[in-house]
């Protein structure tokens, strides 16, 4: 393989996804920050990496990709011996995992980022104040999967399976930032969600992913 | 292998795209009719929504019609093992492998799969709900809803539009679980007034038109076409 590369932004969850999955595999990469009040995602020189024009965009000599989940996907197939393990060898539980990891994208992230973007970083980006009936409207969501996953969880340590895996790193980025807002409430609730919550959140690999954004300038 | 069978109803995008699958990889199957409507008798194991789960004797059931097809990689070619491929069977429409050969196809695929469920499902089963269910539902459609639909949608076939003038499939050169995955919304948007946003753009055409002429792809539709039993 040759050099690896991550565009991105480090308060990005998805950029954070990818740098977790990274530092899980003990991997050495260039982070390249993408500037993204000066609109950089959108310019013809990252549209060439990504032509949907969002971070994070990732190269791995003569591979290119974008879409996190590709990434990481790709990462720990690619790096499979080394670091972490994040895939299961035997086929069942592999399967077991790929639902989970699904369900990230298609349940948890649709709610779970638009309370985030409300409470966070809507402000942040000076876009006005949360909008209340959006977030009441998607906390309610968010709780309904999270009845689910403390369902799971009572009988299985990782959402993944009985080790942490892909589906786990996943939720790492909005698990973080959601725990920082009034959403922590439906975490904190859940003995089983609760519990994995903290565990994801203390690898040293999040950590190391989280470290980014001390250096961004 | 066990005996595969898959729970739902074909007109279900989510139980197309299942059975486009199973149809190309010809693994035999048994579809068993779920009356969505009535909210009849659940199959067992869902244990959540009404989304159909399948089940395979050996693996028990798999939830999510988004994972199975690679449930159906892992069944024939154990996780992370490059796969080595007999050609003797290469037809017309020669199925090299839905999933790629090696890392880099691997890698281009995995990355389109992400596309299709980020950027294009999002605004195309919302205009697929309000342009082909909600009529059959009598549910009241929502124009302004619509308009936004088509307006994300036709920005995400601008991209496509692109990336098929360089590459024949969107994964590269051969059909792969990426174009797959976009058959079951697309096929209805095709089938409304709006089914210009893909016809009207010469590469999404061009690669519309191949896609939706594989065989397995024309059986699923047959099988959607079908009065329920």
């Known amino acids: 393989m040759g050099v690896l590369k991550l565009h991105g ?9 990818v740098l977790s999955v990274l530092h899980e595999k003990g991997l050495e990469f260039e982070f390249v920050p993408i500037d993204l009040a000066t609109g950089e995602h959108k310019k013809e020189h990252f549209l060439s990496l990504n032509p949907f024009g969002q971070i994070p965009a990732f190269e791995d000599g003569e591979i290119r ?3 996190s989940r590709a990434i990481t996907q790709y990462l720990a197939h690619a790096y499979a011996d080394r670091g972490t393990e994040l895939l299961f060898k035997e086929t069942k539980k592999m399967a077991e995992m790929s639902v989970w990891a699904e369900v990230e994208a298609q349940k948890f992230d649709p709610p779970a980022s638009k309370v985030a973007f409300e409470l966070i970083f ?4 000076g876009g006005g104040a949360a909008d209340e009936a959006t977030v009441a409207e998607q906390q309610a969501a968010l709780s309904k999967v999270l009845d689910v996953y403390e369902a799971r969880l009572a009988g299985s340590s990782y959402l993944s399976g009985d080790s942490f895996g892909l589906a786990d790193a996943h939720h790492q980025p909005l698990v973080h930032y959601l725990l920082g807002t009034t959403a922590k409430a439906a975490f904190d609730s859940r003995p089983y969600v609760s519990r994995w919550a903290a565990d994801i959140l203390s690898r040293p690999a999040w950590v190391n992913a989280l470290a980014q954004q001390s250096n961004a300038p | 292998m066990g005996s ?7 007109a279900s995008t989510a139980v197309a795209r299942v059975l486009a699958c199973l149809l190309e990889k010809e693994v035999e199957f048994q579809l068993i009719p779920v009356n969505m409507a009535k909210g009849s008798t659940k199959p067992p194991n869902t244990s ?3 989304k159909p789960p399948f089940v395979d004797g050996n693996l028990g059931s798999v939830g999510r019609s988004e994972s199975i097809p690679w449930v159906l990689l892992l069944l024939q070619q154990p996780f992370g093992q490059v796969p080595a491929f007999q050609d003797e069977s290469i037809t017309l429409f020669g199925n090299k492998g839905l999933f790629g050969n090696g890392l880099l196809e691997r890698a281009s695929i ?3 799969l992400e596309a299709e469920a980020q950027s294009f499902n999002p605004p195309s089963s919302v205009l697929v709900f309000q342009l082909a269910f909600a009529p059959r539902m009598r549910l009241k459609q929502d124009p302004a809803v619509i308009e936004q639909n088509e307006g994300k949608l036709a920005k995400v076939l601008d991209v496509y539009e692109n990336r098929l003038e360089e590459s024949r499939f969107l994964a590269g050169d051969d059909f ?3 174009d797959l995955s976009h058959l079951p919304n697309a096929q209805y ?4 007034d709006r089914g210009h946003l893909l016809t009207s753009r010469k590469n999404v055409n061009r690669w519309w038109e191949e896609i939706s002429s594989r065989p397995s792809w024309k059986k699923v539709v047959e099988m959607q076409k079908a009065p329920p039993s």
Request: no cysteine; hydrophobic share 35%; charged share 20%.
């Open chain 1, 122 to 125: 809507k402000p942040m980006i």
């Open chain 2, 110 to 112: 995995e990355q389109w």
């Open chain 1, 65 to 67: 990709m974008f879409e």
């Open chain 2, 189 to 192: 948007i095709t089938g409304t």
């Open chain 2, 48 to 50: 959540r929504s009404r």
């Open chain 1, 9 to 17: 932004h480090p308060y990005s969850g998805a950029t954070l996804r």
């Open chain 2, 176 to 178: 792969t679980l990426a």
């Open chain 2, 4 to 10: 595969v069978k898959v729970y739902g109803p074909p």
